[in-house]
């Protein structure tokens, strides 16, 4: 005598369970896949301002490469000066003007707006602090 399979659960209680197996499974691969997109998503490795040398490692030649700009504004009140630049390489930024923080507001005490100066800035903390200015003489 050869029994048959049914294709679907026959009894109420073995449907339900293969219901939730279902959900169970298809939750899970969702789950899967929005992890997977998210950690993509997330992931920032191409970024050239979070390609940093691994600790104990030499610094690159251009660690303290300086930066030409201008300064259209020091504020020192708030520490932070306003700096039309050129392409700052270490940071694989293009030229433009932007305000940054200097990490030590006593070197902006001689700064005025229109100062030709040379300047080596950072990324910490999320925000883009100068570590090092100077004024070229004009």
């Keep these: 005598m050869t029994f048959k399979t049914p294709a679907f659960p026959t009894s109420v209680h073995a449907r339900r369970l293969a219901s939730l197996a279902f959900v169970a499974l298809a939750s899970a691969g969702l789950a899967t ?3 997977a997109r998210d950690a993509k998503a997330m992931d920032h490795s191409d970024h050239s301002m979070h390609k940093m040398a691994p600790q104990g490692a030499a610094a690159p030649a251009n660690a ?3 930066t030409d700009g201008e300064v259209t504004r020091w504020n020192p ?3 932070k000066v306003t700096i039309r630049h050129a392409e700052i390489k270490n940071l694989d930024m ?4 932007m305000v940054f923080a200097l990490r030590n507001p006593d070197d902006g005490a001689a700064l ?3 100062d030709k100066v040379r300047f080596h800035a950072e990324s910490a903390d999320g925000s883009l602090v ?3 200015i100077e ?3 004009q």
């Design 33 to 35: 896949g929005a992890h």
């Design 64 to 66: 303290m490469e300086l």
């Design 77 to 79: 009140a708030t520490g």
């Design 94 to 97: 293009p030229a433009m003007t």
């Design 112 to 114: 005025k707006a229109g």
């Design 130 to 132: 100068i570590t090092r």
């Design 135 to 137: 004024v070229v003489a």
